[in-house]
């Protein structure tokens, strides 16, 4: 079975503090998918990242960066320089990489960013 | 320009009636879903559409019933509402390539009240 794990349930900072959230997960597939998602308090998801399981480079993007890590099963994603409007939950996901696999969510990571 | 969209935003109904929620993309993927987000933030497929064919059903009430007209759309009927039914629904989006999925692109969410 598929499982995803993210431990912290909510962390706070102090703007331009950097944050990293955590996320692990289980499966039994040797090839899959992994995702990053943020949920603004507008509510709607918004994709952030998708990494596939033969691809462990890490990836930067502006003030987002992601660690991937097959040896420890995680796929931590990590804001530097934390900002207001970074605020949210953010969510993990997993999905198998064969047709009809279907998406398996962390049960997320609210973040505080505090003026 | 809106790729995911759902109607209503919002759904206030008594127990016992039945509602629907609908959701078109314009994409052009093959694939949508429908999701379910409790009070708790946590995320759980309910069904998958490929090419108006059901490929995920998890298990959810059968007064759950969606309806796919054709790909672009994929429409969530409550038969006899319940109050455990207030959640957030998304539906989402994504290509099926005939070997793997790729990334689901989300709605903005519906917010079902049941009084």
């Known amino acids: 079975a598929q499982k995803v794990t993210q431990a912290q349930t909510e962390i706070s900072v102090v703007e331009k503090e950097d944050v990293t959230l955590d996320c692990v997960y289980e499966?039994?597939?040797?090839?899959?998918?992994l995702f990053w998602y943020k949920q603004p308090p507008s509510g709607e998801l918004v994709f952030l990242i998708r990494r596939n399981s033969f691809d462990e480079q890490n990836e930067i993007s502006g003030r987002y960066s992601w660690n991937f890590q097959k040896s420890t099963s995680s796929f931590n994603f990590t804001i530097t320089a934390s900002q207001v409007v970074d605020s949210a939950v953010y969510f993990c996901a997993l999905s198998g990489y064969e047709m009809g696999q279907n998406f398996v969510f962390g049960p997320g990571t609210r973040l505080s960013v505090l003026p | 320009d809106t790729a995911v969209s759902q109607t209503p935003k919002y759904l206030v109904t008594q127990m016992g009636n039945d509602k629907s929620i609908k959701c078109e993309q314009n994409l052009g993927h093959d694939t949508m879903y429908w999701y379910k987000q409790d009070s708790k933030k946590f995320l759980k497929i309910m069904f998958s559409y490929n090419n108006k064919e059901l490929i995920i059903n998890e298990t959810v009430p059968n007064r759950f019933s969606p309806k796919s007209p054709d790909k672009a759309h994929l429409n969530l009927h409550i038969n006899s509402l319940e109050l455990g039914d207030s959640a957030v629904y998304f539906c989402?989006?994504?290509?099926?390539?005939?070997?793997?999925?790729?990334?689901?692109?989300f709605g903005p969410g519906t917010r079902l009240t049941v009084l």
């Open positions: 499966t039994r597939d040797t090839t899959y998918y």
């Open positions: 989402a989006s994504s290509q099926v390539d005939g070997i793997s999925t790729d990334t689901q692109y």
